[in-house]
C-alpha cells in the first residue's frame, strides 16, 4: 500500500510526446535508442511509429521500473530490446549489440512517477518513507547515508550546488544538528527538518524541501557526472541525419544539454572574448532547437510534472564511416559497418 491509494499502478505521462516523435522522426524500419525507458511511454509511441521492420534499444538503471516497461511492451512484438543499465555504459551497450548507426537517440532524464509516487523508494518529501533515492536498487549509498554522514560543509555545499539553495548552510546546520539527536532516516523527518530551517516568510510558490530533495536525489544518482561525455559518444553512434533528443527538468542538465549541443554544432563554450576563443569550431552537428522547448499549457494542465521540461535536440550533419576522415568514429564501431 502507498500513501497515494495503495496501488502501485502509477501512470506515467509521457513528457512532450508529439514534439519528441517528431524530432526523432521515427519511421518504419529505423533504429532507435531510448536512453531512460521508464514505464516505457515514449518507447511504446516510438515502436508504433517504427513498425515494421524498426528497432528500438530501450535501456534504464531502474530494474523494476524497466520490468514494468517490459510488462507495457509485450504487445509490440519483435524489434525491441530491453536492458537494465546505466546509459553512461551506452558506447559498450550499442557496440556489444552490433547496430547499424542509428536514427535517434532519446534521453528523458530524472526520475519517472512510479519512482516518486508509488514504489515507496524514498525520493518524496510528502511521504513517509525510508530516506533512499536511488535509482539503481543495487547501488550501496542511499539518501540517508549522504545526510548522516557528510561533514557539514559538504552538505552544505551538495545542497548548494545541485539544489540551488540559497539557505544551504542554514539547512546543512539544522540536519547535523538534528542527526546528533537521531539518524534521520525518513523523508518526512528530513523534510520536517529542511521546513523548520527554511523560516521564509510568505507564500512558497514550491515546498521548502523541494530544492534539497533535489540536490540529495542528484548526488545519490550522480545524475551530472558524465552527461556531457555520455552526450558526445551517443552523438558517435548516429548516422547522417540522425538525431539526439534530450528532455531534461532543472537546470543544470539543461545547461550541461545546451553546452554541449553548442561544442557538437562548432560553437562558441567558452566565456572568452571572441578574439581569445580557442574553442574548436568543427560542426559536426545542427542545433535544431535555438531555443528550449517547452510544453505547452494544456499538456502543463493535463500533466503537472511537465511543467519544467525542456526539450533540445540536435542532428548529425557529419558523414560517419571512413569517408568522414576526421577521426570522430572510435575503432570500436568499426563492427558496425558491414
Ligand atoms: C523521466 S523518466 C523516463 C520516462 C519515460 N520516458 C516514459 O515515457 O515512461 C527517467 C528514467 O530514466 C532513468 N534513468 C535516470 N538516470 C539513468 C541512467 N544514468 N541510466 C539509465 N537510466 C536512467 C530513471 O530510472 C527513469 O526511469
Request: aromatic share 6%.
Amino acid at each position: 500500500m502507498t500513501p497515494h491509494g495503495g496501488h502501485t499502478e502509477i501512470e506515467h505521462l509521457p513528457v512532450m510526446q508529439r514534439e519528441v516523435f517528431d524530432l526523432l522522426r521515427c519511421e518504419p524500419g529505423g533504429v532507435y535508442v531510448d536512453a531512460t525507458v521508464g514505464l516505457g511511454g515514449h518507447s511504446l509511441g516510438i515502436m508504433e511509429r517504427i513498425r515494421p521492420g524498426g528497432r528500438l534499444i530501450g535501456i534504464d538503471r531502474d530494474k523494476e521500473s524497466l520490468d514494468k516497461a517490459a510488462l507495457r511492451l509485450a504487445p509490440c512484438g519483435p524489434g525491441l530490446r530491453l536492458i537494465h543499465d546505466n546509459y553512461k555504459n551506452l558506447p559498450l551497450i550499442l557496440n556489444n549489440l552490433a547496430l547499424p548507426p542509428v536514427d535517434g537517440i532519446l534521453l528523458d532524464l530524472g526520475v519517472n512517477s512510479y519512482q516518486l509516487l508509488a514504489a515507496e523508494r524514498g525520493f518524496s518529501f510528502q511521504s513517509d518513507e525510508l530516506l533512499d533515492m536511488r535509482m539503481d536498487r543495487s547501488q550501496q549509498w542511499t539518501a540517508a547515508d549522504l545526510v548522516n554522514n557528510l561533514p557539514e560543509t559538504e552538505l552544505a555545499d551538495l545542497i548548494y550546488r545541485y539544489g540551488e539553495e540559497r539557505y544551504s548552510r542554514r539547512i546543512a546546520a539544522a540536519i547535523v544538528r538534528e542527526r546528533a539527536r537521531a539518524p534521520i532516516t525518513r523523508c518526512l523527518q528530513l523534510a520536517a527538518v529542511v521546513s523548520r530551517a527554511f523560516r521564509v516568510r510568505g507564500h512558497q510558490s514550491i515546498h521548502p524541501a523541494t530544492r534539497t530533495f533535489q540536490a540529495l536525489r542528484i548526488a545519490v544518482n550522480e545524475e551530472l557526472e558524465g552527461l556531457e561525455e555520455l552526450l558526445m559518444e551517443a552523438f558517435d553512434f548516429l548516422k547522417p541525419a540522425g538525431r539526439i533528443v534530450v528532455i531534461s527538468f532543472h537546470s543544470l542538465e539543461d545547461r550541461i544539454v545546451k553546452r554541449t549541443f553548442r561544442r557538437l554544432a562548432g560553437q562558441c563554450v567558452c566565456d572568452a572574448a571572441p578574439e581569445l576563443c580557442t574553442c574548436p569550431r568543427k560542426a559536426r552537428g545542427r542545433i535544431l532547437t535555438p531555443r528550449p522547448l517547452a510544453p505547452g499549457e494544456d499538456e502543463v494542465q493535463a500533466n503537472p510534472r511537465a511543467r519544467s521540461a525542456r526539450l533540445r535536440a540536435l542532428e548529425r550533419t557529419e558523414a560517419t564511416g571512413p569517408e568522414a576522415g576526421n577521426g570522430s568514429v572510435r575503432p570500436e564501431q568499426e563492427t558496425w559497418r558491414s
